[in-house]
């Protein structure tokens, strides 16, 4: 196996006394496709900024390509593509400047710069926003320039901190379909998301985060496999019945779950359980059979939903 | 690849250096000059004719009544030529602290715009030279017109006038380094308002329309210790050619005062941007 790209071992951030990211442990494989998730304040974009040598660690280990960000921050972020959470492009400059300026600051010659922005302008499918000015972009454009600013040094990993959060259904696809492209390429991507679905989407591994700490970590199917069952029934009583009638639930299911607007049942087979409930003699008004996700996984492990 | 080796073999002796510093504030003055295309021009321009006007109207204008006036080394010299060097002293002040200042206060509160810059492989001294830098090419331009203007006018009064172009990017530099070091403690835009308050009367009263002897002693004292007062001196010794020993003293002054300011500068955007 390929030594690591990224390792970080019992990391720790605290502002004064709270610890924004709690001892935490993973290790990232090149090529890999690694996601945080969790829900706000879990401590994401704080591990993403000690990673990408912007902020420095409170305590525990962390190395990035086999260098400690605490000595040699410079060289780890000239091999970085960051995406922040909040777009800070350069709104001072055009769209394709932004990227040419961008990729002097690593000190790359003007020649390849140049050559790289028109490539990664078409990348990010902006060909015609050249000349734009950034605050005329759309939401999903600047997003789009951000990760292709984040890609003028040919990095060998790329952080995104929640790359598509604010994006419309299309646009998010689109993004996906560049991630995919990069992944195929060999970058190591490492992503923060409150969607499950993008998590289910691109990442290969990911930890499950809950105020700084890790609560599970796997494979999108190996986690949903260890801690959901196959498929989940929602039922909806009206939000003053639900707690009362999931009274007379218990027994059905593997697990019964109470949310404020409806019950979740945790089964192998939805219908069979919904079944049960209407011999019961009970009446949702509306029923839903789905398979579990992540969402399920994350509401086992910390009683909570992840969008809250 | 060639890169992590490179940095291996170095060692980490400089790094704390390294760090701070990627030899590479010339990107960041690029995209200033860049930046500057799509800024208010007026701004510009005015930076330019405030100094030109003040010129015209008190040292001819007042001039006519004043006659003349002595400087600091007892020559007698013409109002005009008088108040010319200190209004070059007071724009270069004013233009590095306006680009140190305001214009940093907003990229670092509003654009995120250094947060951006150091999640390369920038340091923050790269950011605080390269902008630093762009305020001086400004300052220099500047200079060098009101220097032409002074030239028409008959108001350079000695061949030492050409060393006061280097003379006024030492001058800009300093206020330029400390001005940055200010604002990066600063929160609010109220605060930002105590730089102007600081200011005013520095310009009014740092010997710049009338000698100093005219203080009573202890006030001439605390003036002397004030940053304007060195930078009018500096230059009035170099334009009229009245220059002593003097003026190592002055030369001294802004040197430690671009020392500070940039260990604190470098300080703080670590702090706030690497924390
Ligand atoms: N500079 C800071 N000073 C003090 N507290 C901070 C700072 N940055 C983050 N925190 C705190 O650390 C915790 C984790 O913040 P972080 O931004 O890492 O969360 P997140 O998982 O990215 O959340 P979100 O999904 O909302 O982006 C929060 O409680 C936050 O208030
Ligand atoms: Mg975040």
């Not at chain 1, 690591?4 to 610890?19: E, G, M, N, Q, R």
């Not at chain 2, 004719?49 to 010299?77: C, D, I, K, N, R």
């Not at chain 2, 403690?185 to 010997?207: C, E, G, H, R």
């Amino acid at each position: 196996m390929p030594a690591p790209v990224i390792v970080a071992s019992d990391l720790t951030k605290k502002y004064k006394d709270f610890a924004a990211v709690d001892g935490i442990s993973f290790e990232v494989a090149p090529g890999e496709s690694f996601g945080l998730l969790g829900p706000n304040g879990a401590g994401k974009s704080t591990t993403m900024r000690m990673v990408g040598a912007v902020s420095t660690r409170t305590s525990g280990d962390l190395r990035i390509l086999d260098l400690d960000p605490n000595d040699y921050g410079p060289e780890i972020r000239s091999q970085l593509g960051v995406v922040p959470q909040a777009d800070n492009l350069d709104v001072e400059l055009k769209a394709r400047d932004n990227l040419v300026v961008y990729g002097r600051y690593f000190g790359l010659p003007r020649k390849v710069v140049q050559q790289r922005a028109d490539e990664l302008m078409a990348f990010a499918q902006l060909e015609d926003k050249v000349k734009a000015k950034v605050d005329d972009l759309s939401g999903g454009m600047k997003r789009r320039l951000t990760i292709a600013r984040a890609l003028i040094n040919d990095p060998r990993i790329l952080l995104l901190d929640e790359p598509t959060t604010g994006l419309d259904p299309q646009a998010r696809h689109i993004l996906w379909d560049r991630l995919f492209r990069l992944k195929e390429q060999g970058t190591t991507l490492v992503l923060t998301t409150h969607y499950m679905d993008e998590a289910e989407q691109l990442c290969d591994r990911l930890v499950v985060v809950d105020k700084g700490s890790i609560m599970a970590e796997g494979s999108p199917a190996a986690l949903i496999r260890q801690y959901s069952s196959r498929e989940v029934l929602e039922v909806r009583f009206g939000s003053d019945r639900n707690e009362q009638v999931a009274e007379q639930l218990a027994g059905i299911g593997e697990r019964v779950e109470v949310l404020p607007d409806r019950i979740l049942v945790y089964s192998e087979d939805g219908e069979a359980e919904l079944n049960h409930i209407t011999e019961l003699g009970l009446h949702p008004l509306t029923s839903l059979v789905r398979r579990s996700s992540l969402e399920d996984v994350f509401l086992r492990l910390t009683g909570r939903s992840l969008i809250e | 690849m060639s890169v992590l080796e490179r940095t291996r073999r170095s060692g980490p002796l400089p790094q704390s250096l390294r760090a701070l510093y990627a030899g590479n504030a010339r990107s960041v003055m690029a995209r200033g000059l860049l930046a500057t295309k799509s800024t208010n021009w007026t701004v510009v321009v005015s930076g330019f004719f405030e100094p030109v006007f003040y010129l015209l109207a008190m040292g001819f204008g007042l001039g006519e009544l004043v006659g003349s006036v002595s400087t600091t080394t007892g020559q007698e010299v013409s109002y005009g030529a008088f108040i010319a060097p200190a209004l070059l002293a007071v724009s270069a002040m004013n233009g590095a602290v306006y680009d140190s200042t305001w214009n940093v206060f907003f990229k670092m509160n509003y654009t995120k715009l250094y947060q951006g810059m150091l999640s390369t492989s920038l340091g923050p001294l790269d950011v605080a030279f390269g902008e630093i830098a762009l305020a001086l090419l400004r300052g220099a331009v500047y200079a060098t017109g009101f220097l032409i203007v002074m030239q028409v006018l008959g108001l350079n009064l000695s061949w030492l006038a050409i060393l006061a172009l280097p003379a006024v990017v030492l001058i800009a530099f300093a206020f330029a380094s400390f001005g940055m070091a200010i604002t990066s403690y600063m929160k609010t835009f109220q605060q930002m308002d105590w730089i102007n308050f600081v200011m005013l009367p520095m310009f009014l009263f740092s010997a710049t329309f009338y000698p100093l002897s005219v203080y009573p002693e202890w006030i001439q004292t605390v003036i002397q210790a004030l940053p304007l007062w060195h930078a009018v001196e500096l230059m009035r010794g170099l334009t009229t050619g009245a220059v002593d020993a003097g003026v190592l003293w002055h030369v001294l002054y802004f040197v430690v005062m671009i020392l500070v300011g940039l260990v604190f500068t470098t300080k703080r955007l670590r702090a706030l941007f690497l924390d």
